[in-house]
């Protein structure tokens, strides 16, 4: 999908809740609003919005959004926009797979897009140890 970043990872040994965390404490700290899926067997959905700017470049309704599935010697992080879903905490990760998870994104979006894609992709390779 344009817009859309997948990094694979292989005998890496990482916690993938810590390495989730360790997302989310970057994103925060980058001034992003973060909500966190429970995790399950799929993974964990992390969804990322910031007010600003934002709301002028990509619609109120949409999010960084980032899943972390897979297991601690075989992972995959994906990156990109999403739909926000309110009460990310609480919704099953089944659900969110094969909803708006991951949109195809236009021209606007997609600059805006690729630079906290970029930024964030590097973020968690050195978070992985890559």
Do not use: C
Request: overall charge negative.
């Amino acid at each position: 999908m344009v817009g859309e970043k997948v990094m694979h990872f292989q005998g890496k040994g990482t916690d993938l809740g810590q390495l989730a965390e360790k997302v989310r404490s970057y994103l925060e700290s980058d001034g992003f609003t973060v909500q966190t899926s429970a995790p399950s067997a799929q993974g964990t959905v992390l969804q990322a919005k910031k007010g600003g700017f934002l709301r002028g470049v990509v619609d109120a309704d949409r999010a960084l959004s980032v899943l972390v599935s897979g297991q601690p010697d075989d992972f995959t992080v994906r990156i990109g926009i999403g739909k926000w879903v309110e009460h990310l905490a609480v919704a099953a990760i089944e659900t969110l797979l094969i909803s708006d998870l991951f949109l195809v994104v236009d021209v606007a979006e997609m600059a805006w897009n690729f630079e906290i894609e970029d930024k964030l992709a590097k973020q968690v390779e050195a978070l992985v140890g890559s």
